[in-house]
Protein backbone atom coordinates (compact mmCIF):
# COMPACT_ATOMS: atom_id res chain seq x y z
CA UNK A 1 0.00 0.00 0.00
CA UNK A 2 1.47 3.23 -0.44
CA UNK A 3 1.71 5.52 2.14
CA UNK A 4 2.22 9.41 2.33
CA UNK A 5 5.52 10.54 4.19
CA UNK A 6 5.85 14.82 4.29
CA UNK A 7 9.39 14.13 6.16
CA UNK A 8 13.02 15.55 4.05
CA UNK A 9 14.94 13.04 3.47
CA UNK A 10 18.29 14.27 2.35
CA UNK A 11 22.01 12.55 1.26
CA UNK A 12 24.86 14.46 2.78
CA UNK A 13 27.89 13.27 3.85
CA UNK A 14 26.57 9.55 3.56
CA UNK A 15 24.10 10.62 6.38
CA UNK A 16 20.62 10.49 6.08
CA UNK A 17 18.82 13.37 8.31
CA UNK A 18 15.17 13.62 8.66
CA UNK A 19 13.24 17.45 8.96
CA UNK A 20 14.49 20.41 6.99
CA UNK A 21 17.61 22.14 7.25
CA UNK A 22 17.24 25.93 8.46
CA UNK A 23 16.77 28.41 5.56
CA UNK A 24 19.82 30.66 6.15
CA UNK A 25 22.40 27.30 6.32
CA UNK A 26 20.71 26.36 2.68
CA UNK A 27 21.27 29.88 0.96
CA UNK A 28 24.69 29.86 1.91
CA UNK A 29 25.32 26.27 0.55
CA UNK A 30 27.67 26.44 -2.41
CA UNK A 31 26.28 22.54 -3.03
CA UNK A 32 22.82 23.64 -3.77
CA UNK A 33 20.92 21.36 -6.20
CA UNK A 34 21.08 22.46 -10.28
CA UNK A 35 17.11 21.15 -10.27
CA UNK A 36 14.31 20.89 -7.84
CA UNK A 37 10.68 19.65 -8.77
CA UNK A 38 7.97 20.66 -6.61
CA UNK A 39 3.85 20.05 -6.25
CA UNK A 40 4.11 16.77 -7.19
CA UNK A 41 2.39 13.58 -6.07
CA UNK A 42 5.97 11.98 -5.69
CA UNK A 43 5.53 7.73 -5.58
CA UNK A 44 9.24 6.81 -4.35
CA UNK A 45 8.51 2.76 -4.39
CA UNK A 46 10.92 3.40 -1.82
CA UNK A 47 10.37 0.16 0.74
CA UNK A 48 7.95 2.16 2.68
CA UNK A 49 6.17 2.98 -0.26
CA UNK A 50 6.49 7.00 0.51
CA UNK A 51 4.37 9.45 -0.89
CA UNK A 52 6.17 12.81 -0.77
CA UNK A 53 5.91 16.17 -2.48
CA UNK A 54 9.25 16.99 -4.01
CA UNK A 55 12.55 15.69 -5.44
CA UNK A 56 16.15 17.85 -5.47
CA UNK A 57 18.80 16.65 -7.88
CA UNK A 58 22.81 17.59 -7.97
CA UNK A 59 25.43 16.42 -10.46
CA UNK A 60 22.74 14.01 -12.20
CA UNK A 61 21.52 12.20 -8.64
CA UNK A 62 18.70 12.86 -6.40
CA UNK A 63 19.98 14.50 -3.54
CA UNK A 64 16.54 14.93 -1.48
CA UNK A 65 12.91 13.94 -1.06
CA UNK A 66 10.34 15.89 1.04
CA UNK A 67 7.94 18.44 1.08
CA UNK A 68 7.85 21.11 -1.65
CA UNK A 69 8.91 23.75 1.44
CA UNK A 70 11.79 22.03 2.60
CA UNK A 71 13.01 20.87 -1.06
CA UNK A 72 12.40 24.33 -1.88
CA UNK A 73 14.65 26.42 0.63
CA UNK A 74 17.74 24.02 -0.93
CA UNK A 75 17.29 25.76 -3.93
CA UNK A 76 20.45 28.69 -4.18
CA UNK A 77 20.69 31.29 -7.13
CA UNK A 78 21.26 29.44 -10.29
CA UNK A 79 18.98 26.23 -9.59
CA UNK A 80 15.77 25.08 -11.81
CA UNK A 81 12.65 24.91 -10.15
CA UNK A 82 9.83 22.42 -12.26
CA UNK A 83 6.72 22.68 -10.48
CA UNK A 84 4.59 19.88 -11.95
CA UNK A 85 1.54 21.48 -10.06
CA UNK A 86 0.20 18.22 -8.94
CA UNK A 87 0.86 15.84 -11.48
CA UNK A 88 2.36 12.47 -10.10
CA UNK A 89 6.04 11.91 -10.20
CA UNK A 90 7.45 8.19 -10.96
CA UNK A 91 10.86 6.73 -10.84
CA UNK A 92 11.90 6.18 -14.69
CA UNK A 93 10.30 3.47 -16.24
CA UNK A 94 12.56 0.54 -17.32
CA UNK A 95 11.76 -2.17 -19.81
CA UNK A 96 13.63 -5.60 -19.52
CA UNK A 97 12.77 -6.90 -23.00
CA UNK A 98 12.41 -4.87 -25.85
CA UNK A 99 14.82 -4.82 -29.75
CA UNK A 100 14.07 -0.98 -29.25
CA UNK A 101 16.30 -0.22 -32.19
CA UNK A 102 13.01 -0.65 -34.61
CA UNK A 103 11.96 2.41 -32.76
CA UNK A 104 14.30 4.58 -35.47
CA UNK A 105 13.50 2.29 -38.24
CA UNK A 106 10.59 4.69 -40.21
CA UNK A 107 12.51 5.79 -42.91
CA UNK A 108 14.40 2.26 -43.31
CA UNK A 109 12.11 -0.27 -43.48
CA UNK A 110 8.43 -1.58 -44.77
CA UNK A 111 6.19 -0.59 -42.51
CA UNK A 112 3.60 -3.52 -42.33
CA UNK A 113 1.52 -3.27 -38.56
CA UNK A 114 -1.32 -1.52 -40.44
CA UNK A 115 -1.80 -4.11 -43.08
CA UNK A 116 -5.02 -6.20 -42.05
CA UNK A 117 -5.19 -8.31 -44.96
CA UNK A 118 -2.84 -9.78 -47.73
CA UNK A 119 -3.71 -7.23 -50.22
CA UNK A 120 -2.92 -4.45 -47.70
CA UNK A 121 0.20 -6.28 -46.95
CA UNK A 122 1.41 -6.47 -50.78
CA UNK A 123 0.00 -2.45 -51.40
CA UNK A 124 2.49 -1.45 -48.62
CA UNK A 125 5.33 -2.93 -49.96
CA UNK A 126 4.63 -2.17 -53.54
CA UNK A 127 4.20 1.64 -52.39
CA UNK A 128 7.63 1.45 -50.99
CA UNK A 129 9.19 0.17 -53.49
CA UNK A 130 8.01 2.88 -56.04
CA UNK A 131 10.12 5.19 -53.84
CA UNK A 132 13.23 2.58 -54.37
CA UNK A 133 15.72 1.91 -57.61
CA UNK A 134 15.55 -1.64 -59.24
CA UNK A 135 17.89 -3.81 -57.53
CA UNK A 136 17.58 -2.14 -53.87
CA UNK A 137 16.77 -4.35 -51.04
CA UNK A 138 13.55 -4.16 -49.64
CA UNK A 139 13.20 -5.08 -45.63
CA UNK A 140 10.45 -5.06 -43.57
CA UNK A 141 9.90 -4.06 -39.62
CA UNK A 142 8.29 -6.49 -37.61
CA UNK A 143 4.81 -7.46 -37.50
CA UNK A 144 2.71 -10.63 -36.93
CA UNK A 145 0.66 -12.18 -40.09
CA UNK A 146 -0.89 -15.03 -37.84
CA UNK A 147 -2.86 -12.67 -36.18
CA UNK A 148 -2.85 -9.64 -37.96
CA UNK A 149 -4.21 -10.45 -41.58
CA UNK A 150 -7.45 -11.52 -41.94
CA UNK A 151 -6.32 -14.81 -44.08
CA UNK A 152 -3.75 -15.24 -40.57
CA UNK A 153 -0.92 -16.47 -42.93
CA UNK A 154 2.21 -15.43 -44.41
CA UNK A 155 2.73 -14.16 -47.53
CA UNK A 156 4.45 -16.32 -50.20
CA UNK A 157 7.08 -15.66 -52.65
CA UNK A 158 5.54 -15.43 -55.47
CA UNK A 159 3.25 -12.79 -54.40
CA UNK A 160 5.62 -10.68 -52.90
CA UNK A 161 7.79 -10.69 -56.52
CA UNK A 162 3.94 -9.28 -58.33
CA UNK A 163 4.89 -6.05 -56.30
CA UNK A 164 8.60 -6.16 -56.50
CA UNK A 165 9.54 -8.28 -59.48
CA UNK A 166 12.57 -6.24 -59.69
CA UNK A 167 14.03 -6.01 -55.79
CA UNK A 168 15.18 -8.31 -53.13
CA UNK A 169 12.42 -8.34 -50.46
CA UNK A 170 13.13 -9.77 -47.13
CA UNK A 171 10.19 -9.46 -44.33
CA UNK A 172 10.89 -10.17 -40.87
CA UNK A 173 8.21 -10.53 -38.56
CA UNK A 174 7.87 -10.86 -34.68
CA UNK A 175 10.85 -12.96 -34.82
CA UNK A 176 10.75 -16.88 -35.96
CA UNK A 177 9.89 -16.59 -39.23
CA UNK A 178 10.95 -14.27 -42.30
CA UNK A 179 9.74 -14.28 -46.07
CA UNK A 180 11.53 -13.60 -48.77
CA UNK A 181 10.66 -13.13 -52.61
CA UNK A 182 12.75 -15.18 -55.14
CA UNK A 183 15.34 -12.64 -55.69
CA UNK A 184 15.80 -12.40 -52.04
CA UNK A 185 16.68 -15.86 -52.16
CA UNK A 186 18.91 -16.18 -55.11
CA UNK A 187 20.98 -13.60 -53.47
CA UNK A 188 21.49 -15.97 -50.24
CA UNK A 189 21.91 -18.76 -52.68
CA UNK A 190 18.57 -21.21 -51.64
CA UNK A 191 16.54 -22.88 -53.95
CA UNK A 192 14.69 -25.99 -54.14
CA UNK A 193 17.20 -28.29 -53.38
CA UNK A 194 18.73 -26.23 -50.29
CA UNK A 195 18.65 -28.29 -47.60
CA UNK A 196 16.81 -27.26 -44.48
CA UNK A 197 19.23 -26.31 -41.75
CA UNK A 198 19.38 -28.30 -38.24
CA UNK A 199 16.28 -26.18 -36.18
CA UNK A 200 14.82 -24.48 -39.12
CA UNK A 201 13.39 -24.69 -42.34
CA UNK A 202 12.72 -22.69 -45.60
CA UNK A 203 9.44 -23.88 -46.25
CA UNK A 204 7.93 -25.76 -49.14
CA UNK A 205 4.35 -26.39 -51.03
CA UNK A 206 3.30 -29.59 -52.32
CA UNK A 207 5.09 -29.56 -55.26
CA UNK A 208 8.48 -29.04 -53.46
CA UNK A 209 8.74 -25.35 -54.06
CA UNK A 210 10.24 -23.11 -52.48
CA UNK A 211 7.43 -20.88 -50.54
CA UNK A 212 9.57 -17.88 -49.39
CA UNK A 213 8.79 -18.42 -45.86
CA UNK A 214 11.62 -19.18 -43.46
CA UNK A 215 11.33 -20.35 -39.89
CA UNK A 216 13.73 -20.21 -37.40
CA UNK A 217 17.37 -20.90 -38.11
CA UNK A 218 16.98 -20.77 -41.47
CA UNK A 219 16.30 -17.51 -41.17
CA UNK A 220 19.66 -16.39 -40.83
CA UNK A 221 20.69 -17.79 -44.40
CA UNK A 222 18.76 -14.94 -45.94
CA UNK A 223 19.05 -12.56 -43.24
CA UNK A 224 23.18 -12.43 -43.67
CA UNK A 225 22.47 -11.39 -47.62
CA UNK A 226 20.76 -8.10 -46.60
CA UNK A 227 23.58 -5.52 -46.72
CA UNK A 228 24.32 -3.59 -43.51
CA UNK A 229 22.59 0.10 -42.71
CA UNK A 230 25.87 2.64 -42.82
CA UNK A 231 27.50 3.50 -39.55
CA UNK A 232 25.92 7.06 -39.85
CA UNK A 233 22.66 4.90 -40.30
CA UNK A 234 22.73 2.86 -37.45
CA UNK A 235 23.62 6.27 -34.93
CA UNK A 236 20.35 7.84 -36.21
CA UNK A 237 18.29 5.14 -35.85
CA UNK A 238 19.13 3.96 -32.67
CA UNK A 239 19.48 7.92 -31.48
CA UNK A 240 16.12 7.95 -33.09
CA UNK A 241 14.65 5.00 -31.00
CA UNK A 242 16.19 6.11 -27.13
CA UNK A 243 14.13 9.66 -27.35
CA UNK A 244 10.59 7.04 -29.15
CA UNK A 245 10.96 5.19 -25.96
CA UNK A 246 11.75 8.60 -23.69
CA UNK A 247 7.86 9.79 -24.66
CA UNK A 248 6.55 6.94 -22.71
CA UNK A 249 8.69 7.94 -19.59
CA UNK A 250 11.08 5.02 -20.10
CA UNK A 251 14.85 6.07 -18.98
CA UNK A 252 16.29 2.31 -19.30
CA UNK A 253 16.05 -0.77 -21.27
CA UNK A 254 17.39 -4.39 -21.54
CA UNK A 255 18.01 -4.74 -25.61
CA UNK A 256 16.71 -8.19 -26.04
CA UNK A 257 19.58 -9.58 -28.66
CA UNK A 258 22.31 -7.22 -28.97
CA UNK A 259 24.49 -7.79 -32.31
CA UNK A 260 28.47 -6.69 -32.18
CA UNK A 261 27.38 -4.09 -34.21
CA UNK A 262 25.01 -2.66 -32.42
CA UNK A 263 27.02 -2.94 -29.20
CA UNK A 264 29.75 -0.41 -31.24
CA UNK A 265 26.70 2.00 -31.99
CA UNK A 266 25.41 2.36 -28.62
CA UNK A 267 29.14 2.28 -27.42
CA UNK A 268 29.41 5.68 -30.04
CA UNK A 269 26.03 7.41 -28.97
CA UNK A 270 27.12 7.35 -25.27
CA UNK A 271 30.71 8.61 -25.58
CA UNK A 272 29.47 11.45 -27.54
CA UNK A 273 27.20 12.49 -24.80
CA UNK A 274 23.97 11.98 -26.76
CA UNK A 275 22.93 8.85 -25.15
CA UNK A 276 19.05 9.53 -23.74
CA UNK A 277 18.13 5.84 -22.65
CA UNK A 278 20.39 3.47 -20.28
CA UNK A 279 21.02 0.21 -22.00
CA UNK A 280 22.04 -3.24 -20.30
CA UNK A 281 22.94 -5.38 -23.75
CA UNK A 282 21.88 -9.11 -24.01
CA UNK A 283 24.76 -9.89 -26.45
CA UNK A 284 23.65 -12.64 -28.64
CA UNK A 285 26.58 -13.95 -31.28
CA UNK A 286 24.73 -16.70 -33.50
CA UNK A 287 26.13 -20.30 -31.75
CA UNK A 288 28.64 -21.86 -34.34
CA UNK A 289 28.61 -25.51 -34.85
CA UNK A 290 32.06 -25.93 -33.26
CA UNK A 291 31.51 -25.59 -29.50
CA UNK A 292 35.25 -24.63 -29.41
CA UNK A 293 34.59 -21.61 -31.19
CA UNK A 294 31.79 -20.57 -28.63
CA UNK A 295 33.92 -21.10 -26.59
CA UNK A 296 36.27 -18.42 -27.91
CA UNK A 297 33.89 -15.90 -28.18
CA UNK A 298 32.77 -15.89 -24.72
CA UNK A 299 36.68 -16.06 -23.51
CA UNK A 300 36.88 -12.77 -25.86
CA UNK A 301 38.54 -9.86 -24.44
CA UNK A 302 38.20 -10.85 -20.81
CA UNK A 303 34.63 -8.89 -20.61
CA UNK A 304 31.57 -10.15 -19.01
CA UNK A 305 28.11 -9.79 -17.30
CA UNK A 306 28.25 -6.20 -15.64
CA UNK A 307 30.97 -4.89 -18.02
CA UNK A 308 30.17 -0.81 -18.54
CA UNK A 309 28.65 1.50 -17.11
CA UNK A 310 25.59 3.49 -16.42
CA UNK A 311 24.65 3.93 -20.00
CA UNK A 312 25.87 0.99 -21.83
CA UNK A 313 26.57 -2.60 -19.95
CA UNK A 314 26.47 -6.58 -20.54
CA UNK A 315 23.65 -7.36 -18.67
CA UNK A 316 24.27 -11.39 -20.27
CA UNK A 317 24.24 -13.87 -22.93
CA UNK A 318 21.25 -13.88 -24.83
CA UNK A 319 20.42 -17.65 -26.25
CA UNK A 320 16.94 -18.67 -28.10
CA UNK A 321 15.75 -22.07 -27.19
CA UNK A 322 12.40 -22.65 -28.91
CA UNK A 323 9.45 -20.80 -30.85
CA UNK A 324 6.41 -18.93 -29.79
CA UNK A 325 3.18 -19.18 -28.21
CA UNK A 326 1.55 -16.61 -30.73
CA UNK A 327 3.50 -18.74 -33.35
CA UNK A 328 2.58 -22.17 -32.57
CA UNK A 329 6.00 -23.05 -32.25
CA UNK A 330 6.28 -23.43 -27.92
CA UNK A 331 7.64 -26.41 -26.91
CA UNK A 332 5.16 -27.50 -24.94
CA UNK A 333 4.95 -30.82 -22.64
CA UNK A 334 1.21 -31.71 -24.31
CA UNK A 335 0.30 -32.02 -27.71
CA UNK A 336 -1.17 -28.65 -29.59
CA UNK A 337 -4.87 -29.25 -29.56
CA UNK A 338 -5.37 -29.85 -33.83
CA UNK A 339 -1.51 -31.72 -34.21
CA UNK A 340 -2.01 -35.05 -36.25
CA UNK A 341 1.54 -36.02 -35.66
CA UNK A 342 2.25 -35.65 -32.51
CA UNK A 343 3.50 -31.81 -32.78
CA UNK A 344 4.69 -30.00 -29.64
CA UNK A 345 6.48 -27.23 -30.97
CA UNK A 346 10.31 -26.47 -32.04
CA UNK A 347 13.33 -26.02 -30.49
CA UNK A 348 15.94 -24.70 -31.83
CA UNK A 349 18.83 -27.21 -30.22
CA UNK A 350 19.07 -30.56 -28.55
CA UNK A 351 18.60 -30.05 -24.78
CA UNK A 352 22.60 -31.63 -24.75
CA UNK A 353 23.92 -28.67 -26.99
CA UNK A 354 21.95 -26.07 -24.87
CA UNK A 355 23.54 -27.44 -21.85
CA UNK A 356 26.78 -26.76 -23.53
CA UNK A 357 26.29 -23.32 -24.55
CA UNK A 358 25.29 -22.56 -20.81
CA UNK A 359 28.26 -24.52 -19.54
CA UNK A 360 30.53 -22.41 -21.43
CA UNK A 361 28.87 -19.31 -21.14
CA UNK A 362 29.29 -20.01 -16.58
CA UNK A 363 32.73 -21.29 -17.10
CA UNK A 364 33.44 -17.76 -18.41
CA UNK A 365 31.62 -15.43 -16.00
CA UNK A 366 28.46 -14.78 -18.24
CA UNK A 367 25.22 -14.33 -16.99
CA UNK A 368 22.73 -16.61 -19.49
CA UNK A 369 18.89 -15.53 -20.76
CA UNK A 370 17.17 -17.82 -22.33
CA UNK A 371 14.50 -17.13 -24.71
CA UNK A 372 11.95 -19.92 -23.95
CA UNK A 373 8.27 -19.83 -23.76
CA UNK A 374 6.46 -23.23 -23.24
CA UNK A 375 6.36 -25.48 -20.31
CA UNK A 376 8.85 -28.23 -21.80
CA UNK A 377 10.96 -26.14 -23.43
CA UNK A 378 11.50 -24.43 -19.71
CA UNK A 379 12.06 -27.32 -17.99
CA UNK A 380 15.05 -28.10 -20.44
CA UNK A 381 16.62 -24.97 -20.25
CA UNK A 382 15.81 -24.94 -15.83
CA UNK A 383 17.84 -28.48 -16.55
CA UNK A 384 20.40 -26.76 -18.04
CA UNK A 385 20.77 -24.41 -15.77
CA UNK A 386 20.99 -27.01 -12.81
CA UNK A 387 23.66 -28.07 -14.65
CA UNK A 388 25.34 -25.27 -15.05
CA UNK A 389 25.27 -24.72 -11.66
CA UNK A 390 26.86 -27.76 -10.28
CA UNK A 391 29.94 -26.55 -12.31
CA UNK A 392 29.68 -22.86 -11.01
CA UNK A 393 26.89 -21.14 -8.92
CA UNK A 394 24.65 -19.20 -9.99
CA UNK A 395 22.45 -18.99 -7.57
CA UNK A 396 23.48 -15.11 -6.82
CA UNK A 397 23.84 -14.32 -10.63
CA UNK A 398 20.14 -13.62 -11.84
CA UNK A 399 20.52 -15.89 -14.84
CA UNK A 400 16.96 -15.49 -17.19
CA UNK A 401 14.31 -17.10 -18.25
CA UNK A 402 13.44 -14.69 -20.97
CA UNK A 403 9.29 -14.65 -21.63
CA UNK A 404 8.68 -18.10 -19.79
CA UNK A 405 4.95 -17.03 -21.06
CA UNK A 406 3.74 -20.93 -20.20
CA UNK A 407 5.79 -21.47 -17.47
CA UNK A 408 4.06 -24.06 -14.47
CA UNK A 409 4.11 -23.51 -10.41
CA UNK A 410 6.33 -26.16 -9.62
CA UNK A 411 8.60 -24.55 -12.40
CA UNK A 412 8.64 -21.51 -10.48
CA UNK A 413 10.36 -23.19 -7.51
CA UNK A 414 12.71 -24.55 -9.24
CA UNK A 415 13.76 -21.09 -10.80
CA UNK A 416 13.54 -19.69 -7.26
CA UNK A 417 16.04 -22.35 -5.55
CA UNK A 418 17.88 -21.05 -8.11
CA UNK A 419 18.05 -17.79 -8.11
CA UNK A 420 16.66 -17.69 -11.25
CA UNK A 421 14.96 -14.49 -13.08
CA UNK A 422 11.90 -14.32 -14.56
CA UNK A 423 11.14 -11.78 -16.88
CA UNK A 424 7.78 -11.80 -19.21
CA UNK A 425 5.60 -9.43 -21.28
CA UNK A 426 1.85 -9.60 -20.70
CA UNK A 427 1.49 -7.61 -23.14
CA UNK A 428 1.02 -10.74 -25.74
CA UNK A 429 -2.00 -11.39 -23.93
CA UNK A 430 -3.38 -7.83 -26.26
CA UNK A 431 -3.99 -8.09 -29.74
CA UNK A 432 -2.72 -11.82 -30.32
CA UNK A 433 -4.57 -13.31 -27.04
CA UNK A 434 -7.27 -14.82 -29.27
CA UNK A 435 -4.43 -16.28 -31.35
CA UNK A 436 -2.73 -17.77 -28.28
CA UNK A 437 -6.28 -19.50 -27.43
CA UNK A 438 -6.98 -20.65 -31.42
CA UNK A 439 -3.62 -22.56 -31.56
CA UNK A 440 -3.29 -24.03 -27.27
CA UNK A 441 -6.92 -23.32 -26.26
CA UNK A 442 -8.31 -21.54 -23.67
CA UNK A 443 -7.49 -22.78 -20.52
CA UNK A 444 -3.98 -22.32 -21.84
CA UNK A 445 -4.52 -19.11 -22.75
CA UNK A 446 -5.91 -18.36 -19.25
CA UNK A 447 -2.77 -19.10 -17.64
CA UNK A 448 -0.76 -17.36 -19.94
CA UNK A 449 1.93 -14.98 -18.71
CA UNK A 450 0.59 -15.90 -15.26
CA UNK A 451 1.39 -12.74 -12.93
CA UNK A 452 0.05 -13.24 -9.72
CA UNK A 453 1.64 -16.48 -9.20
CA UNK A 454 4.74 -15.91 -10.09
CA UNK A 455 4.86 -12.85 -7.63
CA UNK A 456 3.69 -15.70 -5.30
CA UNK A 457 6.00 -18.20 -5.70
CA UNK A 458 9.08 -16.16 -6.72
CA UNK A 459 9.00 -12.95 -4.77
CA UNK A 460 8.25 -9.43 -6.98
CA UNK A 461 12.28 -8.67 -6.96
CA UNK A 462 13.04 -12.07 -8.83
CA UNK A 463 10.74 -10.58 -11.74
CA UNK A 464 10.60 -7.84 -14.58
CA UNK A 465 8.21 -6.45 -16.91
CA UNK A 466 8.84 -5.96 -20.71
CA UNK A 467 6.51 -5.73 -24.30
CA UNK A 468 9.42 -7.36 -26.61
CA UNK A 469 8.79 -4.52 -28.44
CA UNK A 470 8.55 -4.41 -31.60
CA UNK A 471 6.67 -7.82 -31.42
CA UNK A 472 4.07 -5.84 -29.12
CA UNK A 473 3.54 -2.18 -28.19
CA UNK A 474 6.12 0.03 -26.51
CA UNK A 475 3.66 1.32 -24.42
CA UNK A 476 4.43 0.77 -20.79
CA UNK A 477 0.68 1.60 -19.69
CA UNK A 478 -0.91 -0.61 -22.14
CA UNK A 479 1.54 -3.22 -20.32
CA UNK A 480 0.23 -2.51 -16.88
CA UNK A 481 -3.27 -1.88 -17.44
CA UNK A 482 -3.22 -5.72 -19.12
CA UNK A 483 -1.18 -7.09 -16.07
CA UNK A 484 -4.11 -5.15 -13.72
CA UNK A 485 -7.31 -5.98 -15.87
CA UNK A 486 -5.83 -9.13 -17.88
CA UNK A 487 -8.02 -7.14 -20.71
CA UNK A 488 -7.76 -7.55 -24.38
CA UNK A 489 -9.05 -5.12 -26.94
CA UNK A 490 -12.42 -6.00 -27.26
CA UNK A 491 -12.53 -6.51 -23.08
CA UNK A 492 -12.32 -10.49 -22.98
CA UNK A 493 -10.58 -11.47 -19.87
CA UNK A 494 -8.15 -14.32 -20.09
CA UNK A 495 -7.50 -15.63 -16.69
CA UNK A 496 -8.48 -12.89 -14.45
CA UNK A 497 -6.77 -14.69 -10.94
CA UNK A 498 -4.33 -13.40 -12.48
CA UNK A 499 -4.30 -10.52 -11.90
CA UNK A 500 -2.37 -7.79 -9.59
CA UNK A 501 -2.36 -4.43 -8.47
CA UNK A 502 -1.45 -1.33 -9.28
CA UNK A 503 1.75 -1.03 -7.35
CA UNK A 504 3.17 -4.43 -8.15
CA UNK A 505 2.59 -3.57 -11.75
CA UNK A 506 4.13 -0.27 -11.64
CA UNK A 507 6.93 -2.08 -9.41
CA UNK A 508 7.65 -4.66 -12.17
CA UNK A 509 8.83 -1.88 -14.51
CA UNK A 510 10.60 0.14 -11.53
CA UNK A 511 12.19 -1.29 -8.36
CA UNK A 512 11.99 -5.28 -9.48
CA UNK A 513 12.95 -4.61 -13.04
CA UNK A 514 16.34 -2.13 -11.90
CA UNK A 515 17.51 -6.02 -10.66
CA UNK A 516 17.93 -7.33 -14.05
CA UNK A 517 21.15 -5.39 -14.42
CA UNK A 518 22.27 -5.41 -10.83
CA UNK A 519 21.44 -1.59 -10.69
CA UNK A 520 18.70 -1.62 -7.39
CA UNK A 521 21.14 0.80 -5.51
CA UNK A 522 21.44 3.06 -8.38
CA UNK A 523 17.60 3.44 -10.17
CA UNK A 524 14.35 1.96 -9.62
CA UNK A 525 13.18 3.79 -6.98
CA UNK A 526 13.51 8.10 -5.59
CA UNK A 527 15.59 8.37 -3.56
CA UNK A 528 18.33 10.04 -2.16
CA UNK A 529 21.58 9.20 -4.15
CA UNK A 530 20.08 6.86 -7.12
CA UNK A 531 20.46 8.07 -10.04
CA UNK A 532 18.12 11.37 -11.01
CA UNK A 533 15.58 9.28 -13.94
CA UNK A 534 12.00 10.47 -13.38
CA UNK A 535 8.65 10.43 -15.41
CA UNK A 536 5.79 12.91 -14.56
CA UNK A 537 2.55 11.49 -15.68
CA UNK A 538 -0.41 12.77 -17.35
CA UNK A 539 -3.13 11.54 -14.71
CA UNK A 540 -2.85 9.69 -11.50
CA UNK A 541 -2.03 6.56 -11.77
CA UNK A 542 -2.73 4.96 -8.54
CA UNK A 543 -6.21 6.60 -8.66
CA UNK A 544 -7.88 7.00 -11.92
CA UNK A 545 -10.23 4.21 -13.09
CA UNK A 546 -8.59 0.91 -14.25
CA UNK A 547 -10.21 1.30 -17.82
CA UNK A 548 -8.05 4.59 -18.08
CA UNK A 549 -4.54 3.04 -17.03
CA UNK A 550 -3.82 2.61 -20.34
CA UNK A 551 -4.03 6.45 -21.89
CA UNK A 552 -1.79 7.30 -19.33
CA UNK A 553 1.08 9.59 -21.23
CA UNK A 554 4.44 10.79 -20.01
CA UNK A 555 4.57 14.09 -19.73
CA UNK A 556 7.95 14.98 -18.99
CA UNK A 557 10.89 12.55 -18.96
CA UNK A 558 14.31 13.10 -17.19
CA UNK A 559 17.21 11.09 -17.08
CA UNK A 560 19.86 11.84 -15.08
CA UNK A 561 18.40 14.99 -13.99
CA UNK A 562 18.15 16.06 -17.61
CA UNK A 563 14.80 17.09 -19.29
CA UNK A 564 15.07 14.56 -22.34
CA UNK A 565 11.46 14.85 -23.36
CA UNK A 566 8.29 17.25 -22.69
CA UNK A 567 5.18 16.76 -24.11
Not at 350 to 359: A, H, I, K, W, Y
Not at 507 to 516: D, E, K, N, Q, V
Request: hydrophobic share 40%.
Amino acid sequence: MICRSAALAMLGAGVLFAGAAPAAAQQGNVNSPDLVLVNGKVLTLDERSSVTEAIAVRDGKILATGSSASIRALAGARTQVLDVSGKTVIPGLIDTHAHFKAAGLADYVVNMSRAKTVAEALEAIKTFVAKKKPGDWIVGGAWHPPSQLAEKRYLTRQEIDRVAPDNPVYLRTVGHFSMANTMALQKAGVDKTTANPSGGSFERDAAGELTGVLSETAIDRVEQAVPPWTEDDEIRQFTLAEGALNTFGITSAVEGATEARDVRTLQKIAASGQATLRTGLMFRPEPPAELTAWEAIMSGNGASSGFGDDWVKFAGIKIFYDGGMTLKTALMRDVYPDSHDDYHGMAQQTPERLMQLVSICNRYGWRVGVHVVGDLGIDQVLDAFEAADKERSIRDRRFVLIHASLIRPEQMERARKLGVRVDFQNVFMWDKAATVERFLGRPTADRAVPTKTLIEKMGLDSLGAGTDFPVNPINPFLNMYIMVTRKDPNGSVYGATEAISREQALRLYTSAASRYTFDEARKGTIQPGKLADLAVLSADYMAIPEEQIKDIKADITLVGGKLVFQR
